[in-house]
């Protein structure tokens, strides 16, 4: 029986496992992909607080072996479904096996949803990016293209307007769905343009992004775009729903748990970029990892 178990070994989940160690608990982390989470796709961090640059990986490893180091159990298996027993303690199936945890911490993150196109994958951080604040510098005084209307999509392209030389907004609907204020203020630089009723059909290049060939939705009209960077906006995939019976999610599949990462169930904890918050970086996801666990140790300690 562990005293801790928690599910994604991302920045959040992995913080969390620290935290609880140092309080010498019990500690069992599971992950189903990439030790070190989503920021493992990222070539350069610039904005982790102590740090000047270090690659995602390089910080992924880092702060695996950190964890590793305080004794704490790291595996790679897929959480299936965690149930609460009669005696208050959680059962946990994997793809392989179960566990048992008096408490656990769920830190699965969320992924961006991606275009589902040829050579997006292999191009990630290539030409294609999900986050204009992490990577747009890479980007700095070129042509680029954001993809996606929304509020994210508009954000980013303020972003970029400041620090590439034109920036494309490609829209599949026929308006922006994000704030007016925001749709206003691109409109007015002289760098942007909006192109609505267009969705991106192919990804051109060789080995790395070159262009974009689009169709227009309403006349289905094809053409070219030439830019070197596609920062895709399209939206956060959470993947809760295995938790679901446990825990509350909001309306987007979020977990609808607030700064304190407190569950409706007694010993389950929620932390990182799957719980519903309006910021989703590594500061954030560690600050969470910190509280769940602390709550967690505090919770193990009162039983
Ligand atoms: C390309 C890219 C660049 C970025 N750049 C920056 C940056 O420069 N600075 C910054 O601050 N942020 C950046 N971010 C955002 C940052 O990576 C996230 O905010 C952070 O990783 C969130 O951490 P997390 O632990 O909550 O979730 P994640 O990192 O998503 O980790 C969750 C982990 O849980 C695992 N998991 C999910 N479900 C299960 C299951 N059922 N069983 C077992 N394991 C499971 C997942 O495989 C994953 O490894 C970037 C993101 C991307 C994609």
């Known amino acids: ?16 496992a620290l935290y609880a160690r140092r ?3 019990q500690v069992l982390v599971l992950e189903k992909e990439t030790f070190g989470g989503q920021i493992t796709y990222s070539p350069k961090v610039e904005n982790y607080p102590g740090t000047l640059e270090m690659s995602g990986s390089a910080f992924g ?6 964890v590793l180091s305080q004794g704490a159990e790291v595996e790679l298996e897929e959480v299936q479904s965690v149930a609460l027993q009669a005696d208050g303690t959680f059962l946990v199936q994997t793809d392989c096996q179960s566990h048992e945890a008096r408490s656990v911490i769920v830190a699965a993150g969320s992924k961006h949803r991606q275009l589902g196109l040829d050579h997006e994958n292999q191009w990630i951080g290539n030409g294609i990016y999900y986050c204009a604040v992490c990577d747009g510098a890479f980007q700095a005084g070129q042509e680029v293209a954001v993809i996606g209307g929304g509020n994210t999509a508009l954000q980013d392209a303020v972003f970029l307007s400041q620090i590439c030389k034109k920036v494309h907004i490609l829209q599949d609907l026929p308006y922006l769905t994000g704030e007016k204020r925001l749709a206003d203020q691109l409109l007015q630089k002289e760098n942007v343009t909006v192109t609505t009723s267009t969705v991106v059909q192919t990804l051109l290049g060789q080995d790395h992004l070159t262009g974009l060939e689009l169709r227009n939705t309403q006349t289905g009209e094809v ?8 920062f895709v906006a399209i939206g956060q995939v959470p993947e809760n729903e295995p938790f679901s019976n446990l825990a509350q999610l909001d309306a987007r599949g979020y977990f609808a748990a607030g700064e304190d990462c407190l569950t409706k169930t007694k010993g389950l904890f929620v932390a990182g ?3 519903a918050k309006q910021v989703r970086q590594i500061t954030t996801a560690c600050g969470d990892g910190a509280v769940a666990a602390l709550a967690a140790c ?3 300690d009162s039983l």
């Open 1 to 16: 029986m562990y005293d801790i178990l928690i599910i994604g070994a991302g920045p959040a989940g992995l913080t969390a």
């Open 23 to 25: 309080a010498d608990k």
């Open 298 to 300: 505090r919770y193990v």
């Open 273 to 275: 970029d799957c719980r």
């Open 61 to 66: 490893e880092q702060l695996l072996e950190q």
């Open 223 to 230: 053409s070219r775009l030439s830019v070197s960077g596609a």
